[in-house]
């Protein structure tokens, strides 16, 4: 391979026997193939990637392999993190899912909230740890490593309400009730200890009001849109107000926007192609689908964007087996939409849950519809840990 132009290669998925997948063996994390200058290294695979693999800049460092991670409440004393290959795709959506018995790690924590989990960098936070935690359970996808964060100022309220959070450049920006916390960069080990800091003035409302925010592709702008909040706590019940506020992460500022809401369902991802935030849309006759929306200006729209409607249908919001679903974003317009199920015969197995997963390519067809391309499948099987078997929670997943 040395000196060797690659082009790039659009890499599909490939039909394999559905025993190879339910009989795969646990495997050793992968290590990255030495570094070497003017050599592109590409792991070799029997299925070929999904997505685009450039090779054709010998003087950079190769990519760093990246996978889905899914946090599962499958175990007594709190979480397991499973770690899905791009391998593990098929272009069979009918295949068997396999069990999720091979965890990356465990961590203890609570299951008050699935949602109590954040992701910055290569680091999966776990928010809501056991109440004997000295710190914040924190996971290194690169390293395999586990360390432990010290608390936010916010701790006695983690587990009580929902967490929005979002990465901008090397800090970690988390709302959680009223507070807005910020975790800086990770010290060099023979510095000060990680830290948190809380920003003031506080947000003019509470997290779990939020419906849905996206991170402005200037890299410093949240958006966040907020239903039913009012300026004081006198008044929420008889004016109520539907509002999109932005965060400038740099100046620490808060802005209203004025009285609209992003057409999303929790977090939206940029798309660099589609020049346009992606999410789940929100609303009864779009439910299932996909909805995209044009990139306001980060510093005034007073109007929502436009936006418009996916064409393809991805689950059923309203079948007695949809348990929830969750978008996350792949890169180079791939995006993998993540549904947990229940299973139609579980009677005989109650906390059996199937979460399946379809990866696609999101293009503009010539009708300039929004449209889903080159779709792979996969699937995992677990069963719940607990008694609470709470329906309404989303998948917890990240692309990292």
Known sequence: MMGR????????????????MSKRPCEEPQVDEPESEGVCWMRKSKVPRLGLVPCSHLNKRPARQRYLYLVLDDWERGYSIHRVDEDDFYSDAGLEARPADCP?????????????????GTKILAMHPSGFSPGIPVFDT????????PFPKSRAVLGATNLVFASAGDRLFVFVSRYLEVLGPEPLPTHKSWSWTSVEPLPPFESRLVSSYALHPDGR????????WSSSVKAY??????STFTFDTEQLEWTHLGEWLLPFRG?????RDLDAWVGICPFKEGAGHLSCCDIPPAVACKTMPSWKLGKDVFFDEDHIRHSGAT???MGDSRFCLIECQVPEDNDSSPRLRVVTMT????????????TAHHRAYASLSYHTAHENLNLDLDPVAFWM
């Open 267 to 271: 977090r939206a991802h940029y798309d």
């Open 142 to 149: 690169e390293t395999l490593g586990m360390a432990v964060c």
């Open 327 to 329: 978008l996350v974003y």
């Open 359 to 370: 990866s696609f390519v999101l293009k503009y067809d010539k009708a300039g519809e929004l």
């Open 5 to 20: 132009r690659e082009e790039y290669l659009w890499k599909r998925p490939i039909e394999r026997e559905q025993s190879s």
């Open 221 to 228: 702008t949240i958006f966040v849109s907020v239903k039913n």
């Open 104 to 120: 990356v790690v465990r961590i203890e924590a609570q299951h008050a909230s699935s949602l109590s989990f954040a992701a910055h």
């Open 237 to 242: 019940h008889r004016n109520k107000r539907n």
